[in-house]
């Protein structure tokens, strides 16, 4: 069988020991044509994304994206596409709809040839990153946004790796969490995570964090003590803020790792460093560098695989779903939930402070409501300020406008370039299809 054929071929065409195989595997797989339909299907995939549907014939979009069309025409990164120009395994993660909802999820593709190098078909394997969803809730990520998606399949990627990893982004985007996260799905995962602010760090105090100290090393120090690099041995060592390290103490990072030695303040023993080290920072390191505030050979050394974390702003799409996980963190006793006049301006503001100041405007929020319902006046915004300055860029706003005019006007706006389908875009606006049906029914925009 040709990939590029549609025509489906019947079990018994593909060989009883590689469905065999394909079964055993605890990861959900199957095997597509080049026309995006399912061939054959192993149960992990029936138990995970098929139910009680029929799988063999269906295309693939259908079951994990509930697109109508494939995901390389909705506007998505699609393995197979890519599999089938190149003839080569191509990986992405993608957001699926599995058993348990909406997940993260990457796609492993691989074209299976015969001896002459034809391609038969192509072997689709599913890994759910359910690692945002276990474990401690306040390290929880949250997001299926497609900037937000690409900033974690890069964190994946490169978590199986040793390579030197650098955050940027805004502060509040949450790069300690992303950091963390790099660590849980690394080989180091049992070992510990240590993290260091490196802010306002003078030399002393930053080489006796990091590096401990010996017992009379200087005043105070009467017994010793384990620095940060040997309590994080085999584990990740995050540095917060490292462009705010001094350029005197840039040093003593770089010789570490280059080294890979180090000995405790006073000491003379030579210690070994075991660690995988992430950094993170706000600033514009690659400028600091051409005004000589950061070191060039570190900055390379640190540089290895940087990773963006997109500002709120980039993936507002994410906020209903941020506010649902952050509110039941701040109460954990009431059913809090935002009226939909409260959520629409929040959909409107640029949030300068990121993820952080979502979470101080919604616990202000629950100061300010008596009941379970926030509304506007709990937001303690500039609202209509933020409102007319967020939806100036989706629609011909000259003046200030009623906020029902601007919740019709987003709605138009998500409607048209969104593009999933309408329950997906339903579930990210934080409401029932039913409600966004009722509420498309006359989205003409309102000056």
């Known amino acids: 069988m040709a990939a590029q054929n549609d025509t489906l071929p019947s079990l018994s065409d593909i060989p009883a020991e590689t469905l065999q195989l394909l079964d055993s595997f605890p990861e959900p797989k199957i095997l597509l044509n080049g026309q995006y339909r399912i061939i054959a299907a192993n149960t992990a995939y029936q138990r995970e994304f098929g139910g009680h ?75 759910s990153l359910r690692h945002a969803h276990d474990g401690v809730r ?160 570190l900055f390379y050394r640190i540089n290895v695989f940087p990773i963006r974390l997109p500002p709120l702003r980039e993936r507002a799409e994410d906020i209903p779903m941020l506010v649902t996980r952050l509110l039941s963190r701040l109460d954990k006793v009431r059913k809090i939930a935002l009226s939909e006049q409260a959520l629409s301006i929040l959909m409107c503001h640029d949030f300068p402070g990121n993820v952080r100041e979502l979470r101080n405007i919604l616990e202000r929020a629950l100061i300010m409501a008596d009941g379970n319902t926030i509304q506007p006046q709990h937001l303690f915004l500039d609202t209509l300020k933020s409102a007319a300055n967020g939806m100036a860029e989706t629609g011909p706003f000259v003046e200030i406008a009623p906020l029902q005019n601007l919740e019709k006007n987003y709605l138009a706006w998500a409607s048209q370039h969104f593009q999933g389908d309408r329950k997906t875009l339903a579930e990210q606006l934080g409401i029932s299809e039913r409600t966004l049906y009722r509420k498309l029914r006359n989205t003409e925009p309102t000056p």
Request: aromatic share 8%; net charge negative.
């Open 138 to 297: 306040e390290r929880e990520l949250v997001g299926y946004s497609r900037p937000f998606n690409r900033m974690l399949e890069l964190a994946k990627r490169v978590a199986a790796w040793e390579s030197s990893v650098l955050l940027l982004g805004e502060s509040g985007t949450g790069k300690e969490l992303v950091a963390h996260a790099i660590h849980d799905m690394s080989p180091r995962a049992t070992a510990p995570f240590v993290a260091l602010e490196c802010s306002g760090l003078t030399e002393t105090l930053f080489e006796s964090e990091l590096f401990g100290y010996e017992k009379g090393a200087f005043t105070g120090a009467v017994g010793r003590k384990i620095g940060l690099v040997e309590a994080v041995r085999g584990g990740t060592l995050f540095l917060d803020e490292v462009g705010d390290i001094p350029l005197s103490l840039q040093v003593k990072l770089l010789r570490l790792m280059e080294a890979g030695t180090y000995r405790r303040v006073g000491g003379v023993e030579l210690l070994r460093a075991d660690f995988r080290l992430v950094t993170a920072t706000h600033r514009d390191l690659a400028q600091m560098v051409r005004d000589g505030t950061f070191r060039q050979d």
């Open 53 to 127: 549907q029929q799988i063999v014939g269906r295309h693939c979009y259908e079951l994990s994206h509930h697109y109508d069309k494939p995901c390389d025409q909705a506007g998505e990164n699609c393995p197979l596409r890519v599999a089938l120009e190149s003839g080569e395994p191509h990986r992405v993660l993608h957001v699926h709809h599995t058993s348990a909802g909406r997940e993260h999820v990457e796609v492993e593709m691989v074209p299976v040839k015969n001896k002459a190098g034809n391609t038969l078909y192509f072997m689709e394997t599913m890994y």
